[in-house]
T-cell receptor, first 113, second 110 residues
Framework: DAGVIQSPRHEVTEMGQEVTLRCKPI?????LFWYRQTMMRGLELLIY????????DSGMPEDRFSAKMPNASFSTLKIQPSEPRDSAVYFC???????????FGPGTRLTVT | GQQVMQIPQYQHVQEGEDFTTYCNSS?????IQWYKQRPGGHPVFLIQ?????EVKKQKRLTFQFGEAKKNSSLHITATQTTDVGTYFC??????????FGAGTRLFVKA
């Protein structure tokens, strides 16, 4: 069974550009989480979905960040416009049972110059 | 706000030595999870503890949940180089908003 799939694995962009990160959760998992990891702030929950519906987006840092889940097998995290402080590794995770036992994707390393 | 504190931040051990990381909370936790992240990798779920005083083992790893459900520990017996990485505890008390600790990074010298 394939794990959580994320693309791209690496993204380098210039400040001001739009960035879209993609995630395919594990089939049958009805919870999807987006995290951001930095040295300074650690692993932070940005937003999570249940059955494609955003439940809690209080971790989304600013209006520049938005996330969607149009169907059970696909989610996007968009940053528009991007800034250098957005540089981080962004992980997507999915879970069948809620917040417990989350399965993380390989992450997208974003660098904004 | 709600958070879990992990100590130590870093630990260097010689291969074969034991290792322990601790997770502490000022409030009672409904459950705690442990994850491992290898350098350059992603967090991987290890275990979840729910009951007061619970102890679970996975080969050389022993996980404990405190009697008051305010602390937890992960102990590795006879570390190996494959144990290197960062170990995170995560508090799943706040509904579905899992709060991760800062992690303990383990270095193992062969």
């Amino acid at each position: 069974d394939a794990g959580v799939i994320q693309s791209p694995r690496h993204e380098v962009t210039e400040m001001g550009q739009e960035v879209t990160l993609r995630c395919k959760p594990i089939s049958g998992h009805d919870y999807l989480f987006w995290y951001r990891q930095t040295m300074m702030r650690g692993l932070e929950l940005l937003i999570y979905f249940n059955n494609n519906v955003p439940i809690d987006d209080s971790g989304m840092p600013e209006d520049r960040f938005s996330a969607k889940m149009p169907n059970a097998s696909f989610s996007t995290l968009k940053i528009q416009p991007s800034e250098p402080r957005d540089s981080a590794v962004y992980f997507c995770a999915s879970s069948r049972t809620g917040p417990h036992e989350q399965y993380f994707g390989p992450g997208t390393r974003l660098t904004v110059t | 706000g709600q958070q879990v504190m992990q100590i130590p931040q870093y630990q260097h051990v010689q291969e074969g030595e034991d290792f322990t990381t601790y997770c502490n909370s000022s409030t009672t936790l409904s459950n705690i999870q442990w994850y491992k992240q290898r350098p350059g990798g992603h967090p991987v779920f290890l275990i979840q503890l729910v009951k007061s005083g619970e102890v679970k083992k996975q080969k050389r790893l022993t996980f404990q949940f405190g009697e008051a459900k305010k602390n937890s520990s992960l102990h590795i017996t006879a570390t190996q180089t494959t144990d290197v990485g960062t170990y995170f505890c995560a508090d799943g008390t706040g509904g579905f908003k899992t709060i991760f600790g800062a992690g303990t990074r383990l270095f193992v010298k062969a």
